[in-house]
């Protein structure tokens, strides 16, 4: 079976917001965003409450909850730095 990942519409929208200034970091983004398709808990993810995981991918953070083999992205946010 092939999962996919599934962009919630706030997150989607938070990761556009930085297409103009970061591109490449989006891009970055991205590719992380598909570590939990070939793995569900990643390293640098950690649990966060019962439901959903957060994982660090450079100065991103990324929550998301698995359903039915389809990692949800739920929100996305950078470390100021």
Do not use: F
């Amino acid at each position: 079976m092939t999962w996919r990942v599934q962009w919630e519409p706030a997150a989607l929208n938070a990761a556009a917001g930085h297409l103009k200034e970061d591109p490449l970091g989006v891009d970055t983004l991205l590719r992380a965003t598909d570590q939990p398709v070939e793995d569900p808990r990643p390293a640098g993810s950690h649990p966060w409450g019962t439901d959903h995981r957060r994982l660090r991918h450079g100065s991103w953070r990324i929550l998301y909850r698995l359903e039915a083999r389809v990692p949800h992205i739920e929100h996305v946010g950078r470390v100021p730095g």
